[in-house]
């Protein structure tokens, strides 16, 4: 029998949240899998270590992080690399996975994912980056980048968001974690085909889907992982999963953390529409 | 621009440096879009403040708020990326802040509240005793909490967080007292307790690796005192049974 992928499809998931991990834990087969916000567990002692090691002894895993800033202008900060290794090492994560962006510069951190300007020498930039992120995390851990939502396009972009990002995992040989949620914020905010853009990815790079909720602020549809997702971006996860097959499926709350339950309602929805077209439902 | 032309300009508005009106037109982005991001980054920071020192906020007169929250983001740039630390000055920041806004008396406790919520958070987190693997403190029945610190305060902070309802004026410095800050060893919460003479015997019974009869002999009192001692102190998280 042939080794099991390490990046094998996990199934559906959700991303792990203080407020429910008591709760989840006494009904672990409502989930395939989970997400840790690995800034949350780093360095930490207490809840955080606990729950990592019943992470481990419960569902598989994955890490995300928010503050790698693959695209600053500083050195890669290697201790925090080396902490994420050490966390991917306890929880027995399958990957880890950051975005596309930058949120450290020139001694500041921002705590922002803030987008970078879609130029070739931003891919160059990034590409050397991904790849020493690879080098230090070693093959045992793959690496992805997700694409970011973005508030902001620059004049000097070169490249549209699907070409820089394509762009970005052929060169550095590196795993997509292709947010749906996100495709669709920027195709509203800046006006293009979700579609297209799907179309116009590396998809036989995508290592995992991230699906959450967004909101209406002021003209802009902003990115809050505060609610329900609405069909259209259901209907854009059914389109991409016709054409890549099963793919690891995420579903992200992170503010206004709603009961486990809708949540999990959440989960099961994603988990319905999955497999109405992975058996032949088809996409809306 | 090149890419770290833009960087620089994008962080220089973050950080109030330039105007977003300015930092949009050498950007040539749209400001509105701009200033979302600039929002969201101190917003990190507030929310960062806030989850780290509820008790304090509480406590402050509402008008100081907003101001204080821009003064703070300004005056302390995160520069890591844990968001404990980006808080973690923040009652160093109010030494300082706070004396030409509240009375002195406020401003004394504010100060010592958001030193204490400080130390809470730090316990609640530490990883010392994962990291080290500590070994359990005493060898008798009973074994010391090892996130266990000791700590004194000049205000009666211990009363205050668990008064019902909060009086309506902050107290001022009294004489010293003894806390006890711990983390629970199965709830991971951080907790805290005026160090009483009976939960000082229990923790002195615990770190010596005493029996608690043979302690309650030695310091002259009955050994039910001394036995109710470590009830409450293995129900409080102080101990727990070896």
């Not at chain 1, 800046?190 to 002021?218: C, K, N, S, T």
């Not at chain 2, 030409?100 to 958070?121: G, I, Q």
Request: proline fraction near 8%; charged fraction near 20%.
């Amino acid at each position: 029998m042939p080794p099991v992928s390490p990046t094998a499809a996990l199934g559906h998931g959700v991303g792990l949240r203080r407020p429910h991990w008591a709760e989840l834990l006494q009904q672990p087969e409502r989930v395939d899998f989970v997400e840790l916000l690995a800034d949350n567990f780093l360095g930490r002692g207490g809840a955080p270590a606990r729950m990592a090691d019943r992470v481990r002894e419960t569902w598989p895993c994955v890490l995300h992080g928010v503050a790698l800033s693959i695209g600053g202008p500083a050195p890669l900060d290697t201790d925090y690399l080396d902490a994420v290794a050490a966390l991917a090492r306890r929880t027995g994560a399958r990957w880890y996975t950051d975005h596309v962006c930058f949120s450290n510069a020139f001694g500041v951190e921002l705590h922002e994912l803030v987008p970078l300007p879609c130029t070739r020498e931003a891919v160059r930039h990034v590409v050397e980056r991904v790849k020493q992120v690879q080098a230090r995390l070693g093959p045992g851990l793959p690496f992805g980048l997700e694409n970011a939502t973005t508030y902001l396009r620059f004049p000097q972009d070169e490249l549209g968001e699907a070409e820089f990002l394509t762009e970005i995992l052929n060169g550095a040989d590196c795993g997509l974690l292709l947010d749906v949620n996100n495709v669709y914020v920027n195709s509203v905010n800046h006006g293009f085909d979700p579609r297209a853009f799907i179309d116009a990815l590396p998809l036989r790079r995508v290592l995992q889907i991230h699906l959450a909720g967004h909101e209406w602020v002021d003209g802009t549809i902003i990115d809050t992982h505060g609610t329900t997702m609405i069909p259209e971006v259901l209907d854009l996860y059914a389109y991409t999963l016709e054409r890549t097959g099963p793919v690891s499926t995420l579903v992200e709350w992170d503010n206004r953390i709603p009961p486990l339950d809708v949540l999990l309602a959440e989960n099961d929805r994603v988990r319905a529409r999955a497999a109405a077209v992975l058996c032949g439902g088809g996409a809306a | 621009m090149t890419l770290r032309e833009t960087q620089r300009a994008l962080v220089a508005c973050f950080r109030g440096e330039t105007a977003i009106e300015t930092a949009a037109g050498v950007l040539g982005v749209d400001p509105a879009r701009l200033a979302i991001y600039a929002r969201m980054v101190e917003g990190h920071v507030r929310q960062a403040v806030a989850a780290m020192f509820p008790e304090t906020l509480s406590a402050l007169d509402p008008s100081v708020q907003p101001a204080l929250d821009a003064a703070f983001y300004t005056a302390h740039p995160p520069s890591g990326w844990s968001l404990d630390a980006a808080a973690g000055p923040f009652p160093a920041f109010l030494e300082g802040y706070l004396p030409d806004r509240v009375s002195e008396t406020d401003a004394a406790f504010l100060v010592e509240l958001a030193r204490f919520e400080a130390l809470l958070a730090e316990v609640a987190l530490d990883a010392t005793v994962e990291a080290e693997g500590t070994p359990p403190v005493g060898h008798g029945p009973y074994v010391l909490n090892p996130t266990l610190i000791a700590v004194e305060v000049e205000h009666p902070i211990v009363e205050w967080l668990v008064a019902a309802p909060r009086p309506a004026t902050l107290p001022p410095r009294g004489p010293a007292r003894t806390v006890l800050v711990f983390r629970h060893p199965e709830r991971d919460t951080a907790c805290f307790q005026a160090a009483t003479d009976d939960l000082l015997f229990a923790v002195k019974i615990a770190a010596d690796g005493l029996d608690p009869d043979d302690a309650a002999r030695a310091a002259g009192l009955p050994t039910d005192a001394a036995r109710a001692a470590m009830t409450n102190a293995l129900a409080l998280g102080l101990v727990t049974g070896a």
